[in-house]
């Protein structure tokens, strides 16, 4: 939906793939277990920044007007630009290798590794959370959408991915622009297999 990213490519060799400068962030290590709650790199239209994966909707309100509790991991393309909770966001895209799921009971899960043919764009969103003490901590949410026919086997909803010429029109674009990018990934274009070799527990 995504449930967890890796990114072994190292970042000059995904800055220059997607056309930026990666010197803030040319020392970030291979990652195999990217997962919500831990930073990592993402794309705005200022370059790349490190952000907290999950945004502390603080001071934010749903359409009932009541604060919204839960942190949010991941934003529904069908809503993003409707609820009151998403007002005021930025937008930035995360760019991995490619992401995990899970499916099965709890203690029986299997782990699937999803990837494509080069790095995968995520779309996102983001805001800044005033931590205690005043420091300010960007952070990042994926947006989703249905799951396209590669994905929908072991997952109802996945990432909107996007195609590199979109990256611009994702970042600056009026809602109207953007709309249009918020759909499944066309069919064929990932791989999706059993990651045997994952040793760390699934949500």
Known sequence: ?????????????????????????????????????????????DGFERMRWGIVPVGRKNARGRPVMETIV???????????AFDGVGRAV??????????GEKRRKTAWRIFGAEPLIFAAITDVWTAPGGRRVPQVATVTCEPN?????????????LRRHDVPVWLTGSEKEVTPLMFPWPKGRLTVEVASDVDWHGP
């Open 1 to 45: 939906m995504p449930g967890r990213f890796f990114l072994e490519t190292p970042m000059p060799v995904v800055a220059e793939w997607i056309g930026a400068d990666a010197a803030s962030v040319a020392d970030e290590p291979p990652r195999r277990n990217i997962a919500p709650g831990q930073e990592t790199v993402c794309l705005t239209s």
């Open 74 to 84: 991941n934003a529904r393309s069908e809503t993003v630009f409707d609820k009151s």
């Open 94 to 103: 995360v760019i991995v290798d490619g992401w995990y799921e899970w499916t």
């Open 149 to 161: 026919a590669d994905v929908a086997p072991i997952h109802h909803r996945m990432g909107v991915l």
